[in-house]
């Protein structure tokens, strides 16, 4: 099973999330895994945890995998408070 890497720059919100998902969606669509490489975002709105849940959800259906690198503390902290942390697999 092939994997290849989506890296996010900056946040993932309202302004870009149409972009990033479209990017991760068209490596799912190549039958390929997706590596979401997030070492630069230091910032993820309720839109960003949805585009990570569909993403997961559409990645699954697919019998493929979406996991997550670079979580910032940041990021972390969010996802904690919001009961995300354990919907993902971490690289």
């Known amino acids: 099973m092939n994997t290849e890497t989506y890296k996010l720059d900056g946040a ?3 302004f ?3 972009e990033v998902q479209e990017g991760i969606l ?3 669509e190549k039958g390929s895994s997706v590596l ?3 070492t630069d975002c230091k910032y993820i709105s309720s ?3 949805r ?3 569909y993403s997961k959800k559409v990645a ?7 996991s997550l690198r670079g979580v910032s503390e ?5 996802m904690e408070v919001t009961g995300f942390q354990n919907f993902f697999d971490y690289a």
């Open 12 to 14: 993932l919100d309202s």
């Open 16 to 18: 870009n999330n149409k």
């Open 26 to 28: 068209a490596i799912l």
């Open 36 to 38: 979401l490489d997030m």
């Open 47 to 49: 839109t960003g945890l």
């Open 51 to 53: 585009v990570l849940l």
């Open 60 to 66: 699954a259906s697919k019998g493929l995998n979406f």
């Open 74 to 78: 940041e990021v972390k902290d969010i």
